[in-house]
């Protein structure tokens, strides 16, 4: 039951991000335009331009100068925010490993965009998947709603004094980025008292005193040393140890965000959608969710046990839930809308795969890499995906573990 | 006194850097040594200016160059840049 | 140039912000070009370096030897970073979450992170008006790394990766006038300025942070180890660059030149100006010049030289 009275707006996913940020009391905006995000960066600028927020935004002259200006910034205290998709995000890599390493809380959207080469600015998750093991949390929306939802909860997560990491919040690049859909958003105070101010950690300086980790005269401090083979893996661990504590963050935050909105997705982490029962399962992220949704409803509406598992925090990688969300399933379809080229099948399918891994009952699993560069994912390629796991279940055997869905041969 | 390096729970967070350089003593790199003469020095201040380290200082009081050999390198620069040859680098150990 | 006015007993008491127990080679350049520029700040300062020398000698986890606070992100991002601490000041004093008095913001950066990698950072830091000071100090060459050349380099040194062989003796191309380039973006402050001259740089600096804006201090700071020159002759090194020009004194403010008196007094009397050979045989990289074959290049390096030095004399409007 939702505690706050909200209105509904018509928003594409590009203007319910940027209604997002300028409600959350940003500090510093740096970033630089790449299709499809370039909606946000431009609304955030008129929102600059008129006075509505009091955001300092930075026009900067390319992406890799963008995550910079939002770290040091960040370091000084501010809080931060960016948007870029494939290519820029591309770019940004080195500094989204010093981002996570500098413990810089920045909120990133990641409009979800096909990498090079061939340029294509469509729709596929290649760009995030690159950046699995940089130390950054990542959300998956699947409707704009969800986009506007996770980018406030994003703020929460990432200074959470536990977590203290960067995170990324991906909507699938013009298919929700462009796309008009009714959006209920909350009053701004209310947005505003739930970010709250930014907290910020204590650690000891070089002078032994217990300081706020910021730059800041009054407590000198220094940020991005040189560590030898000494102290890295120290570093580094600790690094893990915050993503592993992200987990019931994201929760948290989730819930908390739940009852004043009335609005949840799943646990936070994933959402699991008519699964219990289900006999026939699929994985799948961002907004291709919905359309599975639908095919599912169909399936269950002609007697046939079809569910979905959504995975909405892909990092930290929620292990358990995908356990019992598909400990008992005899057959999962993977989608990965992002290839591993060379490593037999799409990431996601990698990473259910190993999370199944110890399950005596685990179940079997089939991956459809599709939509690579917005190649569209119909209902009927969904069905018949379902149908090939229900297959599958009579004969007791999987014909191809991988398969590509979608591309002509 | 151990020597254990402390481990991933006792360390600040984010590398941050928690002892001061002034803690690691660089003057064990020299191989010659500056020898200042009170006489010949015209407190002109060069020698503090230039040393890399800062390991020169006016001592206000006594009027003396203070020579801080936690931390000198023997570089030569105070020597060589002293208009009155009131510096001299001697072999570490015959001066 | 600032009104900061000072005798050297007053600068000999100034605070010490880059602390001893650095672990630069013996006899660094850039260590005194960082040390004076910082003994030069006025008050609250943060300061950040790229990737190089001067950030991996005085960071070396878990010591460091900055007083002030201060950030390393990477190697091309000196400017990117100076302008996301800058932009996070301003609009954090705004909305009253820090105190109201102004903080110097100082880039720090080799000529690897400034000539190559990082130009576009500092180009499009300068081009948004960002208030801060970037002090380039230019050792020619990616010392950090081993003696790579770098934009910076000038032509004929040895480097590892232009080596002296024997069909092409050190580096072909000349050095870019990156001063200049930074001259013609139109900023509000631009200057060069050697260790030698302590006080011009000081002040030089002390001016940097002063001005509204961007500003740019290009610091020559020779290199003991890459140049193949004697620890204690580093000083007296940068001096000789400024007296054969190789590496004359100036400022700019808002594409305004006017020459620093070190180079003025040359500029006023001709018969001052020494040849580049004495500043170059106090150097190993440029050994290799004094071979009979390569006495082309020796010439080629006096003609540039004087090519760039009457092209400022021009600029300065004392040709």
């Not at chain 3, 912000?17 to 070009?33: D, M, Q, W």
Request: proline content about 5%; some cysteine; hydrophobic content about 40%.
């Amino acid at each position: 039951m939702a505690k706050v009275e909200q209105k509904t707006i018509p928003l594409n996913g590009d203007n319910a991000v940027a209604l997002a940020v300028k409600q959350c009391d940003v500090d510093v905006v740096a970033a630089y335009p790449i299709t499809p995000q370039t909606i946000i960066v431009e609304k955030f600028s008129e929102y600059v331009a008129d006075g509505e927020v009091e955001t300092a935004f930075v026009c900067v002259e390319s992406e890799h100068s963008a995550m910079t200006c939002c770290i040091t910034a960040s370091a000084t205290g501010a809080r931060t925010f960016t948007a870029t998709a494939s290519a820029g995000l591309a770019l940004m890599h080195e500094m989204l490993g010093v981002a996570s390493g500098c413990r810089a809380p920045i909120v990133m959207s990641v409009v979800n965009r096909a990498l090079s080469a061939p340029i294509n600015i469509h729709c596929d998750h290649s760009d995030a998947m690159c950046e699995r093991d940089i130390g950054w949390i990542q959300i998956y929306a699947e409707n704009s709603q969800e986009a506007y939802d996770s980018t406030i909860q994003a703020f929460r997560i990432a200074e959470a004094l536990d977590v203290t990491l960067p995170t990324m919040v991906g909507l699938d690049g013009f298919v929700l980025s462009h796309t008009l859909e009714n959006v209920t958003v909350l009053p701004d105070e209310v947005v505003k008292q739930f970010v709250g101010i930014r907290q910020i950690p204590m650690v000891t300086n070089h002078e032994g005193k217990l300081v706020p980790f910021k730059l800041d005269p009054a407590n000198p401090l220094t940020i991005g040393p040189l560590d030898l083979q000494d102290y890295y893996f120290e570093h580094k661990r600790q690094q893990e140890e915050s993503m592993r504590k992200a987990l019931d963050v994201i929760k948290k935050v989730h819930d908390e965000y739940a009852e004043l909105s009335g609005r949840n997705y799943g646990n936070g982490l994933v959402e699991a959608y008519r699964l219990e029962d289900a006999e026939i399962a699929a994985v799948c992220m961002g907004s291709t969710a919905g359309t599975v949704k639908t095919v599912v409803d169909e399936l269950r509406a002609n007697g046939i046990k079809a569910g979905l598992l959504r995975m909405r925090a892909f990092r930290p990688l929620p292990v358990e839930d995908i356990i019992s969300n598909l400990s008992g399933k005899k057959v999962v379809a993977v989608m990965d809308r992002a290839c591993s080229f060379g490593g037999n099948g799409g990431p996601l399918f990698h990473e259910i795969r190993h999370a199944v891994y110890d399950l005596p009952d685990k179940p079997k699993l089939v991956n459809y890499i599709y939509g690579l560069g917005g190649r569209d994912i119909q209902p009927y390629m969904i069905d018949g995906i379902y149908k090939e796991l229900q297959k599958a279940i009579e004969t007791g055997e999987i014909e191809k573990t991988v398969q590509f869905i979608g591309v002509r041969e | 006194m151990s020597t254990q390096k402390k481990g991933w729970k006792e360390i600040p967070l984010g590398g941050a850097c928690w002892m001061s350089s002034t803690e690691y003593k660089t003057g064990d790199w020299r191989s010659y040594k500056p020898v200042w003469n009170a006489e010949k020095c015209i407190r002109c201040m060069l020698c503090h200016i230039y040393c890399p380290e800062g390991a020169i200082k006016h001592d206000t009081e006594t009027n003396n160059m203070v020579y801080n050999f936690d931390f000198c390198k023997g570089c030569g620069i105070c020597a060589n840049e002293c208009p009155a040859q009131a510096i001299e680098m001697v072999q570490e150990g015959k001066e | 140039m600032s009104e900061w006015k000072f005798t050297n007993k007053e600068f000999a008491q100034t605070e010490e912000k880059f602390l001893s127990g650095h672990r630069a080679c013996a006899g660094c350049g850039p260590a005194i070009a960082l040390r004076l520029v910082m003994k030069a700040a006025r008050g609250p300062i943060i300061a950040t370096n790229s990737t190089g020398c001067m950030e991996v000698i005085s960071t070396i986890y878990p010591y460091t030897a900055w007083k002030i606070p201060w950030i390393h992100t990477a190697f091309e991002t000196a400017a990117a970073n100076a302008a996301g601490i800058e932009s996070a000041l301003k609009i954090l004093r705004k909305k009253g979450r820090i105190p109201d008095e102004h903080v110097d913001v100082v880039a720090f950066s080799g000529d690897g992170g400034t000539f190559d990698i990082g130009f576009q950072g500092l180009s499009g830091a300068v081009e948004r008006g960002h208030d801060f000071l970037y002090v380039l100090y230019d050792n020619e060459a990616y010392m950090n790394t081993g003696i790579q050349r770098s934009g910076g380099t000038p032509h004929g040194a040895w480097t590892t990766t232009s080596p002296a062989g024997s069909v092409v003796p050190g580096k072909a191309e000349f050095k870019k006038p990156l001063a200049d380039i930074m001259v013609a973006h139109n900023m509000p402050y631009v200057a060069t300025a050697s260790i030698s001259h302590w006080k011009d740089m000081v002040t030089k600096a002390r001016k940097g942070m002063e001005v509204n804006g961007p500003a740019f201090l290009h610091s020559f700071a020779p290199c003991p180890r890459g140049w193949r020159s004697a620890t204690g002759k580093s000083v007296e090194i940068a001096r000789l660059a400024v007296e054969t020009c190789v590496f004359p004194l100036w400022e700019a403010e808002y594409g305004k030149y006017k020459l620093s008196a070190p180079s003025k007094t040359i500029a006023l009397k001709p018969e001052k100006k020494k040849p580049v050979d004495v500043y170059l045989k106090t150097q190993g990289r440029f050994r290799h010049l004094f071979k009979p074959e390569n006495k082309h290049v020796l010439e080629e390096i006096q003609n540039e030289v004087d090519r760039r030095w009457q092209k400022l004399l021009k600029d300065c409007e004392m040709s």
